[in-house]
């Protein structure tokens, strides 16, 4: 079966993984999370990619990229690659690090988004690797609810404003709240684990796939539907 080709329109958000060979472990020690990170902070600069957020696992990583240039390929060819040779060096091995090629799937901002950071930070959770997703050091959550300092890479800025206007500890709040709120099983959960690559609308969808972004909404700088300056959630509930 021929290849997919990816689309590497930027401006988008894409979510990001990619596994061991064999479902090995990749991340055997702090010293491999910690280079794998300062990896990060390199293809940041290096690609002018965004980071929106991350979650290393033992055996995968998860991360949320926004490229402003056609460039993602490029960009995680690099990171993985310069990992796994790193990797390789330190371990006395030989061959592949990761599986195959890594997944990506493009994702509508506003509710489709939220739901993609919240599944990312809880995937330590989920692993019962933590009881707390601020428990696990190898992720972005912490940083962003302002619970330990953030990497510098990370968009935490950016990330905060999907949840309307404020000041930052309000934000955080919210953020938090969201993440650790009470959720039923989620369809867009189910995509996300899912072969899926373009996570949206229909309308969305179509335009992905045509090359174009037919409503600028979905990429821009505004709060997602449900979210105000005051707080309010599409319930109406205080967030």
Known sequence: MARHKRIQTPGLFRHVIARGNGRMRIFVDDLDFTKFIHLMADIVERFEVECWNYCLMPNHYHLTLRPSRPNLSETVRYLNGSY?????????????????????????????????????????????????????????????????????????????????????????????????????EDQTENRIRSTE????????????????????????????????????????APV
């Open 84 to 184: 796994g040779l790193w990797w390789n060096r330190r371990h006395d091995r030989v061959g592949h690090v990761f599986q195959g090629r890594f997944k990506d799937q493009i994702v509508q901002r506003h509710d489709y988004l939220l739901v993609l950071g919240r599944y990312i930070a809880l995937n330590p959770v989920r692993a019962e690797l933590v009881t707390r997703p601020e428990q696990w050091k190898w992720s972005s959550y912490a940083g962003i609810a302002g619970l330990a300092p953030a990497p510098s890479f990370v968009a935490v800025s950016s990330v905060l404003q999907l949840f309307g206007e404020g000041e930052p500890d309000i934000l955080q709040t919210r953020f938090t709240n969201y993440v650790m709120g009470p959720t039923a």
């Open 197 to 236: 690559r373009v996570l949206g609308d229909a309308l969305f969808k179509k335009s992905v796939r045509r090359g174009g972004i037919n409503r600028p909404s979905d990429i821009a700088e505004t709060s997602p539907p449900g979210f105000t300056s005051r707080g309010i959630d599409i319930e109406g």
